[in-house]
């Protein structure tokens, strides 16, 4: 239970953290933000900010699932 209770916590910081990512990091091409992340996402995977918070959002999805298979 108690690992259960750390991936929520990690899926809860990476969601976070993604949020932060998305909104300040520049990306290389785009004209706004959303574009800049998808580059971002393509370039570098799970270091974009989009990565980290889908990430958070399937670690948060993959504990529930836990939860009720128990």
């Not at 998305?22 to 706004?32: A, C, H």
């Not at 570098?44 to 128990?70: D, E, H, N, W, Y």
């Amino acid at each position: 239970m108690k690992m259960i209770f750390l991936l929520f916590i990690f899926g809860i910081v990476l969601t976070v953290w993604g949020i932060y990512r998305m909104k300040t990091d520049d990306g290389l091409f785009g004209k706004n933000q959303r574009n800049k992340n998808l580059f971002n996402l393509i370039l570098m995977g799970q270091a974009s900010g989009l990565g980290q918070f889908l990430s958070g959002i399937l670690c948060i999805i993959v504990g529930v699932i836990a939860i009720i298979m128990q």
